[in-house]
């Protein structure tokens, strides 16, 4: 078992370390995009992806077929129907949420044929990419990379079908709201990314609780679809992790190790007692 990293002298991680019988997991929450500029991340989490014998996240990315999955997105997400994003939405909603996309200057228009689920990420996509981020600085590509030049083994806690379909099943009414509560935050998108990442960078995870944890929340089916489901599954492999002997560095979106719902809370109430880890 690899020796502890550190947990005094230094400022909090958005990283925990839960030891099992015969092994550890470390436990990392996630910006799934950043900025060039935001590298390098803390030394703290290469020193756990080395100590670590697999690499887990939500997807297994190194194994993602992009044609199939763009081709699941489009499958799952474009409308079916002779309707249009505009009917879906209704016409005093759309009229929002177009006006909103033109302030940020969002071509809503070329969404039409999507679904409301699939045209906020596509908004969301677009806005950050506009403002420099870019997956492939993301903590989950940037770890993978390493971990395919390294020959270790990279596992995901779920299929893109599932994930995908998470938010498929959702409700029209979510789906809506997650349309406009994502072209309402892009007009100040830059800021609250960088606030984000400055919370996330130093594990603060009272700024984090209250700036989304506690936002999503206020959406009960968007917080049940997206958060409190997956953790309810993912806890279930990841005691199942705990009882090998081999060591896992397991990344999954910060949002997922947060508050009553949150994977160390859930880890407490199996019997284990995670630590939140810090950075000299």
Do not use: C
């Not at 940020?104 to 403002?131: C, D, F, H, K, Y």
């Not at 984090?208 to 944890?213: E, H, N, Q, R, Y």
Request: hydrophobic share 45%; net charge negative; aromatic share 6%.
């Amino acid at each position: 078992m690899a020796a502890a990293i550190s947990f005094a002298d230094g400022h909090p991680l958005p990283m925990w370390q839960v030891d099992g019988d015969t092994n550890r997991i470390y436990l990392l929450g996630s910006v799934h995009l950043l900025r060039e500029k935001d590298h390098p991340i803390p030394d703290a989490i290469y020193a756990a992806y080395e100590a670590a014998d697999l690499l887990v996240m939500e997807l297994d990315m190194d194994d993602l077929d992009p044609i199939a999955t763009q081709t699941l997105i489009n499958e799952l997400g474009m409308i079916k129907s002779d309707d249009t994003l505009s009917d879906l939405m209704g016409a005093e909603l759309y009229a929002e949420a177009e006006r909103i996309a033109e302030k940020i200057r969002i071509p809503l228009a070329m969404l039409s044929g999507t679904e409301p689920w699939l045209a906020a990420i596509n908004v969301e996509q677009l806005m950050l990419l506009r403002i420099g981020f870019n997956p492939i600085y993301g903590i989950e590509s940037h770890l993978m990379n390493k971990a395919v030049a390294d020959n270790k083994e990279i596992l995901g806690l779920e299929s893109i079908d599932q994930q995908l379909g998470f938010l498929d099943s959702m409700s029209l009414d979510a789906q809506r709201t997650l349309l406009m509560q994502t072209l309402r935050e892009s007009a100040d998108l830059e800021n609250t990314m960088d606030e984000l990442i400055t919370a996330w960078r130093n594990g603060d995870i009272a700024f984090l609780k209250t700036s989304m944890l506690e936002e999503m929340q206020a959406y009960p089916e968007l917080y049940d679809a997206l958060v409190v489901t997956r953790n309810r599954d993912w806890i279930e492999k990841i005691v199942e992790m705990l009882q090998d002997d081999r060591d896992y560095l397991v990344i999954v979106g910060a949002l997922h190790l947060i508050g009553d719902d949150g994977l160390p809370t859930l880890l407490r109430e199996r019997g284990y007692d995670p630590a939140q880890m810090q950075q000299n």
